[in-house]
């Protein structure tokens, strides 16, 4: 199973300590393009080395980080160690407040077929090469992907609190989550995380590009290297891990967005929905996210300027032919592109995960939105995936559709930075 280790990170110099909110950064798969153009305007945020310029090439992006080094931006601590970093938020609308906690550690990269750490997305090869390109260039971890390990009895949870009294950094970061994040370099204890977790399998939440792109690299270095041990860098990940049984693992929904589709009517898109789902519209289209809450196959339906509830009709259900196994076929986001989004819209499986009509987006006021002001012509909102259920699909080794899943919040950038370099692990 997972085999983790603690490691000799490397972390902004004490003397930028205080200034850690300026250089930190989201995930490359998340940051947005104007959030790009801010954050480079800094020139030691972590940006530079997670998502570097377009016109920087990954050598130049190397060059930097040796400098980084060289200057001092960047030290290299000097007992390997456990990182601990806690999320602290709210959700609107709810009175809770919520604290994810869980720690960054290196883990053994292990290929998809080992069934040890499992994926619940493909990846697009695009990205994925670009990663690979970084990593290979770098040897650097620039920010942590985000895995789920399962302990029901939170054996780890005291010893992460017992570090947070000690804390490195405190930052609030760009979803308004506040960020902790503390170290424990104690082997005694740092070697409980690693036995806790040496009977787990892992499941990889946020980070499939960049966890493949290990992989890649991985894979190209074993065949390079007649040598191999299997201790060498190169078969290391950085990745941050939480317990799957937290009631503070929060994974909100995304909503599709229809747009340039010829000849879309409201007339002609609820007769085709009839025969599908029962149909009941809605005066208040801001309360679609409350009503269609925990409801079985419903979801909230924007057009033009009307919107509706639809629930899909159980005499309908067993039509679903897609060969899938029934954890998947059973999910919320399989019904909606089975029945609406191919059966209604007539975009195929084949085409959704690449098609241009479709667009994912996880605010219920954006899409909204979008769909007022005639960006888009169709809005559909769903309710999110429990944890139970991507356990379930993982399990069986399948996969969910694109955009199932969206884990809230997003492990950050910046805190730490783990070297493959093997003098430097």
Not at 50 to 66: F, Y
Not at 263 to 281: C, D, G, H, P
Request: proline share 6%.
């Amino acid at each position: 199973m997972a085999v983790i280790k603690p490691f000799r990170g490397w972390r902004y110099s004490p003397h930028l300590a205080d200034q850690i909110s300026k250089l930190i950064s989201p995930p490359f798969d998340v940051v947005s393009f104007r959030q790009r153009m801010a954050l480079y305007q800094e020139p030691y945020n972590s940006i530079h080395l997670s998502v570097p310029k377009p016109e920087h090439s990954p050598r130049n992006t190397a060059g930097l980080l040796n400098r980084w080094k060289t200057e001092g931006i960047i030290q290299q601590d000097t007992t390997p160690a456990i990182y601990i970093y806690y999320q602290c938020f709210q959700l609107p609308g709810l009175p809770k407040s919520f604290c994810r906690k869980g720690f960054i550690a290196m883990i053994e990269a292990t290929f998809w077929e080992e069934n040890i750490i499992l994926r619940h997305e493909d990846t697009i090869p695009d990205s994925v090469n670009d990663r690979v390109d970084l990593l290979e260039a770098t040897q650097l971890h620039a920010s942590p992907t985000h895995g789920l390990y399962t302990d029901s009895e939170h054996q780890l949870e005291d010893l992460m609190d017992q570090s947070m009294a000690e804390v490195l950094y405190e930052a609030e970061d760009y979803q308004g989550v506040r960020d902790m994040f503390s170290m424990i370099t104690d082997p005694d204890v740092t070697q409980q995380f690693v036995s806790v977790l040496q009977d787990k399998p892992i499941i990889l939440a946020d980070g499939h590009h960049r966890y493949e792109g290990s992989l890649i690299y991985r894979r190209n270095c074993i065949q390079n290297n007649p040598n191999h041990t299997g201790e060498e860098g190169y078969n290391y990940h950085m990745m941050y891990l939480t317990n799957t049984e937290s009631e503070d693992l929060i994974i909100l929904p995304t909503h599709r967005l229809i747009h340039q589709q010829p000849s879309i009517s409201t007339e002609a898109i609820l007769k085709k929905t009839a025969a599908y789902f029962t149909i009941k519209a809605i005066e208040n289209a801001p309360d679609l996210p409350e009503i269609i809450a925990g409801k079985h196959r419903t979801y909230g339906l924007l057009i033009h300027d009307k919107s509706y509830i639809i629930s899909l009709k159980p005499e309908v259900a067993e039509t679903l032919d897609w060969n899938l196994h029934p954890d998947v076929k059973s999910l919320e986001t399989v019904v909606l592109h089975y029945f609406f989004i191919e059966k209604i819209l007539g975009i195929p499986r084949t085409e959704q995960s690449r098609s241009l009509y479709i667009q994912y987006d996880r605010s219920f006021a954006s899409c909204f939105a979008k769909v007022q002001q005639q960006e888009v012509q169709i809005g559909l909102v769903t309710n999110g995936v429990s944890v139970e259920e991507v356990k379930k699909v993982c399990y069986s080794g399948n996969i969910m559709p694109q955009k199932s899943t969206y884990f809230y919040p997003k492990a950050i950038g910046g805190f730490v930075f783990g070297s493959i370099y093997d003098q430097e692990l």
